[in-house]
Each structure stands twice: as C-alpha cells, then as structure tokens.
C-alpha cells in the first residue's frame, strides 16, 4: 500500500498566520490527493481535490499544491474555524490511504 | 440540504458480524462512488473500501482475508431499489472499534454524521 506521510503532526499558530502542512507519498501518485478538515466528533470535510482544485464553497484562504510525490496544503490567514485536524488522502491506488493527520492548534 | 444517514448496531460481541446502512436525504443516490470509512477512537482515518458505479468493490486488503479460508471479512453493497449502501463486516474483534463514516462521490464529497461501534465482550 501507498503510505503517506504528513508533517508535522501537530502545529501550533496563531490568527493570521500563514500555514503549510505537507504530505508525502511513497510512491508516484500524480495529482489523485485531496485534503481534508475535520474537526473534534464531526465527519470530515473535504477541502482540496485533485491536489489542487478548491472544492466548492471553501474559502479562498485554502490552496493545494503539488504533484508526483510532495505536496502542501497552505491556509493563507488563519481564522478561528481552522483550528481542527487535517489529512491527505491518495486515490491513485487500491487501497486509498490516508495520511496520519495533521492537528493545527491556536498557540 | 442533503445529508447521508447512517444507522446500525452499535454494540457488538467479538467474532458478531457488524452491519451498517448509510442512505441520502434530499439528494440523489445513484450515480456516485460510495466510499466507508473509520476512524479508531483517538487516531486517524482508515480507508475500508468502495463500491462503484459499475458495482464494482475494492477493498483494503487488511479486512479483505480472514482466516483460514481466505474468504473476504468485508463487503460492501447497495440496494438500488431502497437507495442504500451498507458495510458488513464479519468476525469483529476490538481492533475494530470505530466511528464508521459513509461517503458519497469520488473526492468524498459528501459525509455521513458517523456510527459508533463497540466491540466488547
């Protein structure tokens, strides 16, 4: 199976603050990553799909980038509602896998 | 505003077979990927499976063979006439203890609201 590696695990930042949260795959996976939000005892939400396009009705303060192996989640401008865990999931290959999650605190 | 339902047992014996069904209110059912999840209680998200379209399943390979007869341990299925998708998961042990998410769409656009299961003697 195709592991995916977040970093960092945890991230402290503050309102405003510019975030970058990475995900490796171990494998070639193109651009078949979306990226997730979820906060504490709620379903989670999808966020960023194909690596980069912005799912609807997401704000624009959220952006995806990358491809092949490495790619970044980025939250221009922290608002209070980001505070919450993040995945990345891959589609390339069965059986999909998610990374092992990003939690992004208030500091 | 749609929403995915989910409803199923939420107490299991071990080696019990676990059932979950997962139906769309105020949208459509067909025409989607159904995807479930879960998600241990304290750690991350685990893909279990889909079905497609076609009918076609996958699934993760860990829950696809138990012991000794090879035989898949998951499998997941829809009812086209009552538009519902349901996850069956035979010989439960703890491990599989989780909050279990149905998902409609290929990116999982969509999430249900999540089902506790217990596994517990």
């Known amino acids: 199976a195709i592991q995916m590696t977040q970093s960092p695990s945890s991230l402290s930042a503050s309102l405003g603050d510019r975030v970058s949260i990475t995900c490796r795959a171990s494998?070639?996976?193109?651009?078949?990553l979306g990226w997730y939000q979820q906060k504490p005892g709620k379903a989670p939400k999808l966020l960023i799909y194909g690596a980069s396009s912005l799912e609807s009705e997401v704000p624009s303060r959220f952006s995806g980038s990358g491809a092949g192996t490495d790619f970044t989640l980025t939250i221009s401008s922290l608002n209070p509602e980001d505070f919450a865990t993040y995945y990345c999931?891959?589609?390339?290959?069965?059986?999909?896998?998610f990374g092992q999650g990003t939690k992004l605190e208030l500091k | 505003q749609v929403q995915l339902q989910q409803w199923g047992t939420g107490l299991l014996k071990p080696s019990e077979a676990l059932s979950l069904t997962c139906a769309v209110s105020g949208g459509s059912f067909s025409g989607y990927y159904w995807t479930w999840i879960r998600q241990p209680p304290g750690k991350g998200l685990e893909w279990i499976g889909e079905?497609?379209?076609?009918?076609?399943?996958?699934?993760?390979?860990?829950?696809?063979k138990y012991n000794p007869s090879l035989k898949s341990r998951v499998s997941i299925s829809v009812d086209r006439a009552r538009e519902q998708l349901t996850l069956r998961l035979n010989s439960v042990t703890a491990a599989d203890t989780a909050v279990y998410y149905c998902?409609?769409?290929?990116?999982?656009?969509?999430w249900g609201q999540g089902t506790w299961v217990t596994v517990s003697s």
């Open positions: 999931l891959q589609q390339y290959a069965y059986p999909n896998t």
């Open positions: 079905i497609k379209l076609d009918g076609t399943t996958n699934y993760d390979p860990s829950l696809s």
């Open positions: 998902a409609r769409g290929g990116w999982l656009q969509l």
């Open positions: 494998q070639d996976i193109r651009s078949d």
